[in-house]
């Protein structure tokens, strides 16, 4: 068992100076791969430096050791100045090495190297051209490729989640990066916003709203700020999930009678009816080849997870152990489904693998709530609570590798990771 | 042979309700007196404004809906653990208002169902609007109109008591009633 604090320091980042984020993180067992990142040449005169940022994205993970640094000089900038005998003397498996220099006209070019310390060779050369302001997005693409050429799965470092915060009355729909910083509001109220929802193509964001005094769903084009109701029927318009295409919304309606799963068009329109029966059905998730939704439905007497064709038809069980397993989430492989089991009256999140049935529970929290996959399919994200506020917590689908982001800005919850974004 | 059993069963709960009705005094008076006073002044057109008038003039005939006297003036139906059932002890504040809507055919209302923290809550969510239409069945089988209620859930997310103990939960599982307009 491993624990580290890492204190990220956000001021960095101009925009996130209130939203100090500290993360902790616990491993317990497996390997983790050694690696030096040393500071990259010159990137002391810019206001973000880039490999501090790379080797929090890396540790964060828990797959990767931080090799200690201290002491070597001069730092090397290109590949003849590298000693692999020393790197390998501290057991250090990987060197990432870097250069930043600025070019006329206020650009600055990133450069960074990855080397295989063992066997001396090179894996991976890579030079961005960008604005400062750009430099650290940079360093998620730059952890990115770090952590795909050494782990094989991609690297989600560059991709944003959404959540929502609570301050006293006020509720905000916020969006940041993957690690918490940059953290923007893109919608505030004085009623709760719940159930946000990444469109594929992460240009959207579907919630539930609370503004007309009842749950209403809303489609929130980011980058205009637009907003439509889509679902505001008669009761409520709750959970929605998309289409793997972004064109429709799974959500649940009470107009014709009470929780039912419906299609709607994503930009709104007439709502197709999905499941007839006289038990509660919501919380859908549609599996990412689009042929099944998975949901919650307690037609069997208790919640329980089913699974029916995305157009509706013949639901089947998939959970059996317990009496409460509610809020499915497809991984982006559609093998295995995360969700939230209740165990001797504790809320936790496990995930089922479909095939095999087998159930495995991941956390170890007393109310923890709203999983959602990271796009890799390697982190789970979800709610958990600590002294009676919502926080954000994430863990490897392995259940190995546990993250917590303490956040002091208030109440954090329900969030949602959003997808790879478009190369 | 259904609807006999029916009709029988909706005729002991008006009987109930009466009877409950007749054993507390104000109620019943203050409807009366409530009643004609809302149709004269139709210069501000809904009934339901003309409701809220009589509260300026607070004792003999305050807004029963307001008078923390009335029974009216009580709107939140409590329920048990994982429970949509409306229990016996909420039964007369259910009728109380389902009888003023009776009497009041201008009157609506919506029906906001509640659940404690615990769980997830889309599936909160739905568990509140199943309470909202326990109490609205209650209602409904008392004679008022489906067309006048909404029920709608706010599930975890309005709790009327802070706290994360049983206590807080218990005031936290309910079904709210609300006249539209008020």
Request: charged letters at 20%.
């Amino acid at each position: 068992m491993k624990r580290f604090l890492l204190a990220l320091l956000l001021a960095f980042a101009a925009l996130a100076v209130r939203a100090q984020l500290t993360i902790d993180i616990t491993t317990s067992g497996g390997r983790q791969i050694p690696i030096a990142i040393l500071p990259f040449a010159g990137e002391s005169s810019q206001a973000q430096p880039v490999s501090p940022v790379v080797g929090a994205d890396l540790a964060r993970t828990g797959l990767f050791r931080l090799v200690n640094t201290v002491g070597v000089s001069p730092l090397p900038a290109e590949p003849s100045e590298v000693n692999f005998v020393d790197w390998q003397a501290r057991s250090s498996e990987a060197l990432v090495i870097g250069k930043v220099e600025a070019l006329p006209g206020g650009r600055v070019e990133v450069r960074f190297r990855l080397f295989d310390v063992q066997k001396q060779s090179q894996l991976a050369s890579l030079s961005y051209v960008v604005t400062p302001a750009q430099l650290r997005a940079t360093a998620h693409r730059i952890a990115d490729v770090i952590y795909e050429k050494l782990t094989g799965d991609k690297g989600v470092f560059s991709t944003k989640i959404t959540y929502v915060v609570k301050k006293g009355t006020r509720y905000e729909l916020q969006v940041s990066d993957a690690d918490g910083a940059n953290a923007q509001t893109v919608l505030a109220s004085n009623e709760p916003i719940i159930s946000p929802a990444w469109s594929p193509d992460g240009g959207r964001i579907a919630y539930v709203s609370f503004d007309q005094k009842k749950p209403v769903v809303v489609v929130q084009n980011l980058a205009q700020g637009t907003t439509r109701v889509v679902a505001a029927y008669r009761g409520n318009n709750s959970a929605p999930t998309w289409s793997p295409d972004g064109a429709s919304l799974v959500v649940t309606l009470t107009r014709d009678d009470i929780s039912q799963l419906y299609r709607i068009p994503a930009s709104g329109g007439e709502p197709r009816r999905l499941t007839t029966t006289p038990a509660i059905d919501t919380e859908a998730s549609v599996s990412p080849d689009g042929r099944w939704i998975a949901f919650t439905s307690d037609r069997g007497g208790s919640p329980q997870i089913y699974r029916m064709p995305a157009e509706g038809g013949a639901a089947q069980r998939l959970t059996f152990e317990g009496t409460y397993n509610v809020r499915p989430r497809f991984s982006p492989d559609g093998k295995s489904i995360a969700f939230v089991q209740r165990e001797s009256g504790r809320f936790r999140i496990a995930v089922l693998e479909i095939a095999s049935g087998q159930v495995t529970v991941l956390t170890d929290g007393g109310l923890d709530d709203s999983p959602s996959f990271a796009p890799n399919g390697r982190m789970i994200l979800y709610e958990a609570q600590a002294n009676g506020r919502g926080q954000l917590a994430a863990v490897s689908s392995d259940g190995r590798v546990r993250q917590r982001l303490v956040s002091a800005a208030g109440d954090v919850r329900d969030p949602a990771w959003g997808p790879l974004p478009a190369q | 042979m259904k609807k006999i059993v029916l009709s029988i069963a909706v005729a002991c709960l008006l009987a109930a309700c009466a009877s409950q009705e007749a054993k507390k005094d104000v109620p019943v008076t203050d409807l009366t007196t409530g009643t004609p006073s809302a149709t004269t002044p139709t210069t501000t057109g809904q009934g339901t404004a003309s409701t809220t008038t009589p509260t300026t003039q607070a004792g003999i005939t305050g807004n029963p809906l307001t008078d923390p006297k009335n029974i009216l003036s009580k709107r939140s139906v409590y329920f048990d653990f994982d429970s949509n059932v409306v229990k016996d002890e909420f039964r007369p504040l259910v009728q109380a208002h389902a009888k003023y809507m009776v009497e009041k055919r201008d009157a609506k209302i919506r029906i906001e169902g509640n659940c404690d923290e615990r769980g997830s809550r889309e599936y909160n969510l739905a568990l509140g609007q199943r309470r909202a239409e326990a109490v609205k069945k209650v209602m409904t089988v008392l004679g008022v109109q489906e067309s006048r209620i909404e029920t709608v859930s706010f599930g975890e997310e309005k709790p009327a008591a802070p706290g994360h103990d049983e206590a807080a939960w218990a005031k936290n599982r309910r079904g709210d009633i609300r006249y539209v307009g008020e």
